[in-house]
């Protein structure tokens, strides 16, 4: 079966960049997307098919994916941002696939 | 705007049975494939199921097949999970969530999940 991992952690200082790297075999040739969730919320889309940020999500958010490895960047994280970050993607094979989360700390 | 409720959580015992639902208001359900994803207490996410919007194509995660069934009606705008047999391992929140997919020329390449409910707790425990 297919998977996505992700680091279980990262802290951050308030308005530095931040990077959650999501690994998987040949993800690059996929399309990832990144959900976001704060404590007692359900999870809110944040960036998909790698790079395209839905309307309302501010532009600190953006995304990569090349090779075996997506990256959701944060660029001047503020204390707002502080929740738990997963991947997701999907092929007819392996269907729909989520990485195990990284919670995300703005010290 | 676009919303979706789960109800019919609950607490059950090993074996036990209950149905979720939820109702969907904001967009044209019956254009739109619909998923059941589910958060075990602490955990990470884990797709449970899929059903495409006729109700016609239905797919299950393997910890689930067979004891879960999920069905829909359009006319009310509502996705359902029927859960038989229910293990404690299945304690979790369940959240529906609206498929959206990027198709050309027939072929799809890109799948994600916008928006989501609020969910339902269910909790298996003796």
């Known amino acids: 079966s297919y998977e996505l991992t992700q680091p279980p952690s990262l802290s951050v200082s308030p308005g530095q960049t931040t990077s959650i790297t999501c690994s998987g075999d040949?993800?690059?040739?996929?399309?990832a997307s990144w959900y976001q969730q704060k404590p007692g919320q359900s999870p809110v889309m944040v960036i998909f098919?790698?790079?395209k940020r839905p309307s309302g999500v501010p532009e600190r958010f953006s995304g990569s994916n090349s090779g075996n490895t997506a990256t959701l960047t944060i660029s001047g994280t503020q204390a707002m941002d502080e929740a738990d970050y997963y991947c997701?993607?999907?092929?007819?094979?392996?269907?729909?696939?989520f990485g195990g989360g990284t919670k995300v700390t703005v010290l | 705007q676009m919303q979706l409720v789960e109800s019919g959580g609950g607490l059950v015992k090993p074996g036990g049975s209950l149905r979720l639902s939820c109702a969907t208001s904001?967009?044209?359900?019956?254009?739109?494939?619909m998923n059941w994803i589910r958060q075990a207490p602490g955990k990470g996410l884990e797709w449970v199921s899929y059903?495409?919007?006729?109700?016609?194509?239905?797919f299950y995660a393997d910890s689930v097949k067979g004891r879960f069934t999920i069905s829909r009606d359009n006319a009310k705008g509502s996705l359902y999970l029927q859960m038989n047999s229910l293990r404690v391992e299945d304690t979790a929140v369940y959240y529906c969530?609206?498929?959206?997919?990027?198709?050309?020329?027939?072929?799809?390449?890109?799948?994600?999940?916008?928006?989501w409910g609020q969910g339902t707790l269910v909790t298996v425990s003796s």
């Open positions: 040949k993800l690059g040739e996929k399309y």
């Open positions: 997701q993607t999907w092929d007819n094979n392996t269907f729909y696939v």
């Open positions: 904001g967009f044209t359900f019956s254009d739109y494939y």
């Open positions: 969530a609206r498929q959206k997919m990027y198709c050309r020329s027939g072929s799809c390449d890109s799948v994600w999940f916008d928006p």
């Open positions: 059903i495409s919007h006729r109700g016609n194509t239905i």
């Open positions: 098919r790698d790079t």
